[in-house]
């Protein structure tokens, strides 16, 4: 499908997008990757998280450390302690 194939909103929109991308790589290009020999293998790219969390550790009176998937996830782990504290 061509630019010009679309209606004149969509062109625009289209457009638009172009160039935000355009200005977001701000002329760089990736450099191109090496030949890989057959004895290596391309390392697996680890996937990004659905939600782009971050990791969390909270570490609990006895000395453990309790690892999150998630800072909210340990917030709401630091209102219960405080909860079941009180």
Do not use: C, V
Request: aromatic share 4%.
């Amino acid at each position: 499908m061509r630019i010009e194939d679309l209606p004149p909103w969509a062109q625009a929109q289209a457009a638009n997008q172009i160039m935000a991308r355009q200005r977001r790589n701000n002329g760089r290009s990736r450099p191109p990757s090496p030949a890989l020999s057959d004895d290596e293998e391309e390392m697996p790219r680890r996937a990004a998280s659905k939600y782009h969390n971050r990791k969390a550790a909270r570490i609990t009176a006895a000395g453990n450390i309790l690892e999150f998937d998630s800072q909210k996830e340990a917030r709401r782990y630091d209102e219960l302690a405080l909860l079941l504290a009180a």
